[in-house]
């Protein structure tokens, strides 16, 4: 069975470092497209993120330059390596599998900066 | 590549057909895949590109439409499908999602 659970979300401070974690079960994620999303209180959908199985990476202009996205095999996860965060970061992040439409979501990370 | 989602919201029956409607910016050929979000959960594919029917999606929902505009169309409304839709275009980067669709019970 596909799982996918997210943590290392919290409260940080304007200008903080953090660091996403996605486990994944059940297929290997270096093998397919994986994907960060996020949504704001209230708010849509953004896509935050995209990997490759290849390792060829992908960021939204608004996350381009802070954020990095990697994997480590040997633990079959998903990192998202977030940097100088600003208010407007403050989302749930989803991870998801699938580069024909995400057809697997993790349950979601929430990150809030605030002072 | 901005997409349009219309209407934002809308308030429909059980048994009701429902269209959702999404305009991209620019022409993504089939390219465009559907959500379906409920409060306090992560969303769900309805349909990946080409408008195919993911596994295990009620064959009410169905896709349709290229290049700028699609629809999602649910042909008898069911209880459980009062939630939050979206549409997203995989063309190019950076990838987009359409601003939602809530659909709420009349």
Redesign the interface.
């Known amino acids: 069975e596909v799982q996918l659970v997210e943590s290392g979300g919290g409260l940080i401070q304007p200008g903080g470092s953090l660091r996403l974690s996605c486990a994944a079960s059940g297929f290997t994620v270096s093998s397919d497209y994986m994907n960060w999303?996020r949504q704001a209180p209230g708010k849509?959908?953004?896509?935050v993120s995209?990997i490759y199985s290849s390792g060829s990476t992908?960021?939204?202009?608004s996350v381009k330059g802070r954020f990095t996205i990697s994997r480590d095999n040997s633990k079959n996860t998903l990192y998202l390596h977030m940097n100088s965060l600003r208010a407007e970061d403050t989302a749930v992040y989803?991870c998801?599998r699938?580069?024909?439409?995400?057809?697997y979501?993790?349950?979601?990370t929430l990150v809030t900066v605030s002072s | 590549i901005q997409l349009t989602q219309s209407p934002s919201s809308l308030s429909a029956s059980v048994g009701d057909r429902v269209t959702i409607t999404c305009r991209a910016s620019q022409g993504i050929g089939n390219y465009l895949v559907w959500y379906q979000q409920k409060p306090g959960k992560a969303p769900k594919l309805l349909t990946h590109v080409a408008s195919t029917l993911q596994s295990g999606v009620p064959s009410r929902f169905s896709g349709s439409g290229s290049g700028t505009d699609f629809t999602l169309t649910i042909s008898s409304l069911q209880p459980e499908d009062f939630a939050t839709y979206y549409c997203q275009q995989l063309n190019s980067y950076p990838l987009t999602f359409g601003g939602g669709t809530k659909v709420e019970i009349k």
């Open positions: 999303v849509g959908l953004e896509w995209t992908y960021y939204a202009d989803y998801a699938g580069n024909l439409g995400c057809d979501w993790g349950q979601g």
